[in-house]
């Protein structure tokens, strides 16, 4: 029965454009672990937003993922993840529709992982 249901469940995630199962039970690393919540989560938000674990690998500013799954990655519950994702979108670096979620600015969702800000490219000149 858990197995049907399982099942059931994860080709449901990748046959919309979801992660691939691997990625979806991976666990968190430990920098993630000592995080907030809100940090865990924007760190896996750019991590993926850049390509990471996709079939294809390209960047895209929209990823259709569930905040259910999300939670199941980042070991949160459902009502942890949309507390963080809700304070990322007050933060002006994620929009959030039903089953995706939206990178609107990538340079304030680094800041939300606690990232110290790019130092401007040198001219080769």
Do not use: F, H
């Not at 454009?17 to 919540?37: F, H, I, K």
Request: one cysteine or more; proline letters at 6%; a positive charge.
């Amino acid at each position: 029965m858990l197995a049907g249901a399982t099942s059931g469940v994860l080709g449901t995630a990748t046959s919309i454009g979801g992660p691939p199962m691997a990625l979806v039970w991976q666990r968190s690393t430990g920098a993630e672990l000592r995080g907030t919540m809100s940090t865990r989560v924007a760190k896996r938000l750019r991590m993926l937003s850049l390509g990471w674990g996709w079939r294809d690998a390209s960047p895209s500013p929209r990823l259709a993922l569930s905040q259910d799954v999300l939670a199941r990655m980042l070991g949160g519950s459902r009502s942890s993840i949309n507390k963080a994702l809700q304070e990322l979108q007050d933060r002006g670096a994620v929009r959030l529709s039903y089953g995706a979620i939206e990178i609107v600015d990538l340079q304030r969702l680094a800041a939300a992982c606690g990232d110290p800000p790019a130092a401007p490219a040198a001219d080769a000149a």
